[in-house]
């Protein structure tokens, strides 16, 4: 990665739950293409810990953090159902800390998800939606091979506005 680090990309465990839930607050604020804004990020300490169990046995979902001195820099994760009839989607999310965009982070993660989605022998396809004015995420994403599937209208109110959101899918 350009001008990173000893960046350290690993699964996400129980113990990471109140370090995740704090930095999901603090990045909500730091941008527009959340889907929560600063100190949004309601949950019990305890839920989540169990949400990030729950999570990790799965085998066609991952939660994948990305720190610097054990301090958390990018969340990185796939959720898919357990169900028989849409277990072959995973549905991706990704946030990274503002200081720390632009250096290569966001394709990392994005390429270790491809990887480990193509390995897991589950996931066939990776959706994700991001806000339409988010070009820079989806010039990345179109790079990596995600289509463009569809436009939700005014699906998010941000500062007065609203905005659609772009619905992404990479078949696998």
């Not at 607050?25 to 804004?37: A, H, I, Q, R, T």
């Amino acid at each position: 990665m350009r001008n990173l680090n000893n960046v350290y990309i690993r699964k996400a465990t129980s113990d990471d739950a109140q370090n995740m839930i704090d930095f999901y607050n603090v990045v909500g604020g730091e941008s527009d293409y959340l889907s929560f804004g600063a100190n949004e990020f309601k949950r019990e300490l305890k839920d989540y810990k169990d949400y990030i169990t729950a999570t990790s046995q799965e085998p066609n979902s991952i939660m994948l953090l990305a720190t610097i001195d054990s301090k958390i820099i990018g969340i990185a994760t796939i959720n898919s159902s357990q169900k028989e009839r849409t277990k072959h989607v995973g549905t991706l999310g990704i946030v990274v800390s503002k200081k720390y965009t632009g250096m290569g982070l966001g394709t990392a993660l994005m390429n270790e998800f491809v990887m480990w989605a193509r390995q897991n022998g589950i996931t066939k396809k990776i959706s994700l939606v991001t806000n339409e004015n988010n070009t820079k995420a989806i010039d990345l994403y179109k790079k990596l091979g995600f289509e463009k599937e569809g436009l939700l209208k005014k699906d998010n109110f941000i500062r007065g506005t609203y905005h659609n959101t772009v619905v992404m899918g990479l078949f696998l």
